[in-house]
């Protein structure tokens, strides 16, 4: 009950918070869905941003109908939907612009794991490390509410530390699958960045 709490109060601040990580875990594609650029990248119709906004509105009325949410990935059950949406082009487009946003964060995610072929032991290093990314970034969100301003320093040197010990455990050939998988650059909004 309690996740079901957090997600449907934290469901509109993703939508805010557009690609910042200023949340624990991994950012949802409905937050990229969210952006213009994003929109005009994946060359999305009015019928799927129609869909899409009727998914997001379903969400904030009643999450309990997107299933039990991952604390490491709040919007998972969500974006379960929002890719049905789209076409297979746009649903691998979107997988590589969330794997930016992400970056190696995202290798925590089961099945980036295993597009990577990580072994039962890297895997488990790389889920710990997520979760000791969940818990600093959920230290530097306690201390907002106390003093009313992010420490977006320690917020980037937190990223860059769990970005790095991640990379650091990938292979030299599983280093380059990662980039392959991430597809063409693009360039996110730098709204609030």
């Given at each position: 009950?309690?996740?079901?709490?957090?997600?449907?109060?934290?469901?509109?601040?993703?939508?805010?918070?557009?690609c910042q990580h200023m949340m624990p875990g991994l950012n949802g594609k409905i937050v990229l869905l969210a952006m213009l650029e994003v929109k005009k990248e994946l060359k999305l119709t009015k019928q799927q941003e129609d869909q899409i906004r009727e998914i997001q509105q379903k969400a904030q009325k009643d999450p309990t109908g997107f299933g039990m949410p991952d604390m490491h990935y709040m919007l998972k059950p969500i974006d379960v939907k929002v890719v049905e949406v789209l076409d297979e082009g746009q649903r691998a487009r979107l997988q590589e612009l969330w794997l930016q946003d992400n970056g190696p964060l995202a290798i925590s995610e089961p099945s980036v794991a295993a597009t990577l072929e990580l072994d039962e032991a890297t895997t488990g290093k790389v889920k710990e490390i997520g979760k000791e990314f969940d818990r600093a970034s959920m230290d530097l969100l306690m201390a907002v509410q106390r003093t009313h301003k992010m420490d977006k320093p320690a917020m980037e040197k937190l990223q860059k530390d769990t970005n790095d010990k991640i990379l650091a455990l990938l292979s030299e050939g599983q280093l380059k699958k990662w980039q392959e998988m991430l597809g063409k650059p693009f360039k996110f909004p730098k709204v609030g960045r």
């Open positions: 009950m309690k996740r079901f709490f957090a997600l449907s109060v934290l469901l509109p601040f993703f939508s805010v918070a557009l």
